[in-house]
């Protein structure tokens, strides 16, 4: 397992769902790339969050992460999950492309279709993963 963190593009209902799930997986926070701090999820003063989940049977689940903006961040991108729609993607992926590893593995899901090529072409140099919900 690789010891970079995860990073997602998008702190909708998708993002939040794949955070809590990937903290539930590996114990390891995960960091929300947000557009900006006024419309982004509860964080503290320190840029950390709880995202809380409710399952049907009504038990609930925290899991920490923590916030950033694109222009927060100073480490490279490593592992990527892109959350945002997909008229918004190819913005969202421009935004953060400074801090992009060579061969950064960028896992596409979008509700939407059309985006997935543009930012396979926009980006080369990263591995862009697609996943298509038939």
Same mark, same amino acid.
């Given at each position: 397992?690789?010891?970079?963190?995860?990073?997602?593009?998008?702190?909708? &209902?998708?993002?939040?769902?794949?955070?809590? %799930?990937?903290?539930?997986? $590996?114990?390891?926070?995960?960091?929300? #790339? +947000?557009?900006?701090?006024?419309?982004?999820?509860?964080?503290?003063?320190?840029?950390?969050?709880?995202l809380?989940?409710?399952?049907?049977?009504?038990?609930e &689940?925290?899991?920490?992460?923590?916030?950033? %903006?694109a222009?927060?961040? $100073?480490?490279?991108?490593?592992?990527? #999950? +892109?959350?945002?729609?997909?008229?918004?993607?190819?913005?969202?992926?421009?935004?953060?492309?400074?801090?992009?590893?060579?061969?950064c593995?960028?896992?596409?899901?979008?509700?939407?279709?059309?985006?997935?090529e543009a930012?396979?072409e926009?980006f080369p140099?990263?591995?862009?993963?697609?996943?298509?919900?038939?």
């Open positions: 397992m690789s010891s970079h963190p995860w990073y997602i593009l998008g702190a909708g &209902s998708i993002g939040c769902l794949w955070a809590a %799930t990937l903290h539930q997986a $590996t114990g390891k926070s995960p960091v929300m #790339i +947000v557009r900006n701090r006024e419309h982004s999820i509860n964080e503290n003063t320190d840029k950390k969050a709880v809380t989940l409710t399952r049907l049977d009504k038990t &689940s925290c899991h920490p992460v923590s916030v950033v %903006t222009d927060e961040i $100073t480490a490279p991108i490593h592992q990527l #999950i +892109v959350c945002t729609k997909a008229s918004d993607a190819l913005t969202a992926m421009n935004s953060i492309s400074p801090v992009l590893a060579k061969h593995n960028v896992l596409l899901l979008q509700n939407g279709m059309g985006s997935q930012v396979a926009a140099a990263q591995n862009i993963w697609i996943w298509l919900n038939h």
